[in-house]
């Protein structure tokens, strides 16, 4: 098993992440417009929602 421990204390299996970074690429595929999937803007849109996370301190 591989897999990343956090800094809270949580391990998180590979299997999992693969699993989460595939529904969220799933949901980027179907809201953005084909024209606008690429590798650029999707790098600017997980940037973004990087800087969110830590500028909010969101609890999820």
Do not use: H
């Given at each position: 098993m591989?897999?990343?421990?956090?800094?809270n204390g949580v391990l998180l299996k590979?299997?999992?992440?693969?699993?989460?970074?595939?529904k969220i690429m799933a949901v980027?595929?179907?809201?953005?417009?084909?024209?606008?999937?690429?590798?650029?803007?999707?790098?600017c849109?997980?940037?973004d929602c990087k800087e969110w996370l830590i500028n909010s301190k969101v609890e999820l």
């Amino acid at each position: 098993m591989i897999a990343e421990r956090f800094s809270n204390g949580v391990l998180l299996k590979n299997e999992e992440k693969q699993e989460i970074l595939i529904k969220i690429m799933a949901v980027i595929k179907k809201e953005l417009p084909p024209e606008a999937q690429t590798v650029e803007i999707i790098q600017c849109i997980f940037d973004d929602c990087k800087e969110w996370l830590i500028n909010s301190k969101v609890e999820l």
